[in-house]
């Protein structure tokens, strides 16, 4: 069985073509929060993950949230 594939917060903006500074605008926020959910965003709210979802035009599903550097971590045992 194959899991499902997740990529980052920050894989998925730059697959959208956005900069931090752009997706925070249409987010609303400022672009730190941003940044600070793109490391870690194991504490962000159902409605902010709709939103990045609708925005990054991927279902929420496929998006990764939770500590960045844990899911690298991750992926690389998984490789070996």
């Keep these: 069985m194959i899991d499902k594939v997740q990529i980052t917060l920050e894989a998925a903006r730059h697959n959208a073509g956005y900069s931090q500074k752009q997706a925070a605008a249409h987010l609303g926020i400022h672009y730190q929060t941003l940044a600070a959910?793109?490391?870690d965003s194991s504490?962000?709210?159902?409605?902010?993950i709709e939103r990045l979802s609708?925005?990054?035009?991927i279902p929420k599903d496929y998006?990764?949230?939770?500590?960045?550097n844990e899911f690298i971590r991750s992926l690389r045992q998984?490789?070996?």
């Design 54 to 57: 609708q925005l990054y035009q």
């Design 78 to 80: 998984q490789a070996n």
């Design 63 to 68: 998006l990764f949230f939770g500590n960045k």
């Design 37 to 39: 959910w793109e490391r």
């Design 43 to 48: 504490n962000v709210g159902i409605k902010t």
